[in-house]
């Protein structure tokens, strides 16, 4: 019988290799602001939802969530409510800042030890949360560096909690291919906060 210890080693192993700081830590359902807008409440209920039914979701093809909008709208913080939920439940949330991990790895890309090394963390870990994905000036490396990171999660069903400031449209106008991985990994739960109008579909 594993003993309690174990437990309590297993759970700080996750923390220690999620990337997510004491700051992120904080971030949960119990203070998100809804304000009563219905935007925010939709996407807050959607997030509850995922993050209640994953042990039922994890494994199939649609196990991902995507919360897409403008800055501010609450995206992150609802990405970080999940991967607090399912890190207390002991499964393994590794964070990604995009902006900030795309540089790096360019920086290194003749590196071919740190590159397998890095992608190979994000490729393979339980749940992968990707914060701001395609933030900023996008060039074809960064689209390259993205496809080969959710093509590999898309086919051995590793499920991705994405926050963007790219709606649908413009996700696939980037790159058809993998928008449309993502998009169909989060069927059902990808939220859009447009000004006024939220889309789920």
Do not use: W
């Not at 602001?33 to 199939?60: M, P």
């Not at 069903?157 to 990994?185: F, K, Q, T, Y």
């Amino acid at each position: 019988t594993p003993c309690e210890c174990r437990a309590v080693k297993e759970a700080k192993d996750i923390l220690r290799k999620s990337g997510i700081s004491e700051e992120f830590r904080n971030k949960n359902f119990e203070n998100f602001k809804t304000i009563n807008d219905s935007q925010s409440i939709n996407a807050y209920n959607k997030a509850r939802e995922y993050s209640n039914n994953f042990h039922i979701i994890k494994n199939n093809t649609q196990n991902s969530i995507m919360f897409m909008g403008q800055s501010g709208s609450g995206k992150t913080h609802l990405s970080l409510s999940i991967a607090n939920v399912l890190m207390d439940k002991g499964v393994g949330v590794v964070y990604m800042g995009y902006r900030d991990v795309i540089t790096q790895i360019k920086q290194n890309i003749m590196d071919e030890v740190y590159y397998n090394r890095v992608m190979g963390r994000y490729k393979s870990c339980r749940v992968l949360l990707i914060d701001d994905l395609f933030k900023g000036k996008i060039t074809d490396s960064d689209i390259n560096i993205m496809f080969e990171l959710i093509n590999h999660r898309y086919f051995n069903n590793l499920p991705v909690i994405i926050s963007s400031e790219c709606g649908v449209d413009r996700l696939l106008g980037i790159d058809e291919a993998l928008g449309s991985r993502l998009v169909e990994m989060s069927k059902g739960r990808i939220v859009e906060l447009r000004g006024r109008d939220l889309n789920c579909y």
